[in-house]
């Protein structure tokens, strides 16, 4: 049998997606898998087992990436690596990272069971903290890897709670002993949902992105001073909240304002006492800016500034910005993506140039080896919610493309 | 000796105060006991236990309301009562309600210890749930027990985490089987921090409020569609949180707009999913208005309505209005008014006639008998604040002004 003919096993993705997607089950067919909770843990140890099922060489590194290598002809050279990332948002869906994950794991049981000897090794990894929900920023796995985050700093980073990331990597049994240090790879794939509507729209089976957005997270901390709400006269108050709420509003204003393919987004406040009959005097809320031009982003962030510290002063509220994370937009690698395009075109599916409007992994990739991604389309353009849906046609189609790609960077010496 | 040079003992009432603050104390000075939560119950306890040692008739009722009577000698005479609420804001101070509570205690202690026969059954009190925190609306205990709230729906109530009042109730024991139902009393007398500004700027030691501002709740839930932050465009978001903010600051601007001395604040907002890189789809905030004027209150309720409409129109995000309480303002006893006033000049504090911007048990009480207040001042104005505080010296002062008014009134055939 030629290569070209392989395809992977629908059903057995689809039947791998459906075990996954028990863990964490929520109302509405969605999944809670925060980032090192006992649903994380649950989710890695599932994924493990299917990776020694395989015979993998499996290795955990110290922020909790979880690698599986399957040794090609020339162990020496440089690996192919494909994955995604297995937490979730707090009300996410069963596809998001889940199906990056076990498509690559389709495509090394595909490759296994027809016992096909690649000269480069294949790697699957599956990074820690993609969401950045529970632990902000987003993508802590993957950036400790290549060196963009600091794996201490990541470590003392606490959730509402009050945890420790690194406490909750140790107690979910995760923290392995490797160093955290990414390793030459040869090429990197990351299959995943568009989690937008360019491709439904455009009636297309593969989005192939040219790179991804920049993205700039920030946190506000507003303090106010907390009284009682009736008997303290309006005239005087310093109510956080409501300076919050007039901050919330010039992000969702500021695309308008600085034009381009900006979005801006206020998704998480906090509010304290967070009492009906005591006036807010602590209020944290979060930013998160997204744009191809990474001036726009910067510009931006100026302008918010400014307005802030224009609301404080008015309320008597002082504001306290913190820069949680930069990323500046990334480009894969031409190459790759001309790859992807043509592999997907030959598996007779339309496929679609596009950018990438969500962060993955494949960003941080990209500083330090050629990288490229696997769109397949989000019914309804919905993600981060429990609905979320692509059919499994469309699951097994990028699967099969995953497939190809990879075979082919791993045939290159 | 002559009942005029009777006096409370200080001392007695500042231990009693601090031995209460022991139970949920926080950081800052505070305390907090959520009604029916483990510190209720503890409070109630040692409440319960003092009551026990001056040998009083204990009845608990079926909200939880615990009464202590000390019978005079005309026992079927409607009975002279006070007291006020144990229950405490999230992070509230040691003095509300507390005051009012162990005020009382110590004015019974003095009673019993010389040995006083008054003519008519001295009745201490503790309102379940005065601060409608945990569970809306704010006066539960007394609300019920007057006959303007209905038992079993009041027992239905839920907290955030979706506990009953009932089986809260029960958990902590303080479910009692006399039916709360208000018998007939003679007069009612609460002895309560001001909450506000006022009796510190005057150089005061005695309010004597002339009645209570009329109050309503609301609680407000917007429906939006929530997505991810990066692929999803602007435009067509529907963003609940951003409609919240904008309602948010309609209920801060309210009082200007409709004049008058109405104060209007949204102190608690729940967002869901509440994550940074999730468009928020599900925002509840709450919001209370005061005034004097209860048609001022119902007109900027329909102005609120009115932008709320429009707002969710704008955004495409539904919302519901709720209206949780809506309580005219009270006017107390004007004899009693003048008694509490005559009673702190002549013992020599200075006494200042006022409102209560603040709601308290007392004023459901005046729909069905005669009631009054006693305020002390608040440093700095502060209250539901960690650092809300009272001098000795004026705590002191209340009790005697308490003592005397409800020796007077018990005397009375």
Redesign the interface.
Known sequence: MGLESLRINGLRLKYAMEEMSKIGAIAGGGVQRLSLSDEDKEARDLFVHWLKELNLDITIDEIGNVFGKRPGRYPDLPPVMSGSHLDS???GGRFDGTLGVLGALEVFRTIEENNIETNRTLTIVNWTNE???RF?P?MSGSGVWVGALEKEWMYNRTDTEGKRFVNELIRIGYRGNVPSRSSEIHSYFEYHI?????LEKACKTIGVPKGI?G?H?SDIYIKGE?????????EGRH?A??A???M??KV?EL??KMGGNM???????H???????????DVHF?I?M?AWEDDLIQKGFEDLKNSFEEIAQKRGCPVRIEETLSVPHAEFDQKLVQNVFRVSENLGYPGQHML????HDAGYITQIAPAAMIFVPSIG?????EIEDTTWTDCEAGANVLLHCMLQSASVL
Request: with cysteine; hydrophobic share 30%.
């Open positions: 948002q707090p009300k969401e950045g929900t902000s987003v568009e989690q937008g509507p360019i957005v993205i997270c907390t009284n009682h709400v009736g008997p303290t006269p309006m109510n909240l409501c919050a709420a007039e919330i509003l969702d695309p308008a979005v801006a987004t206020s998704g998480e406040i509010n304290r006492p967070n009492s009906r009959n005591t006036i807010p005097d979060t998160d997204r990438s409007g969500a962060v353009g919905r993600s981060h919610v």
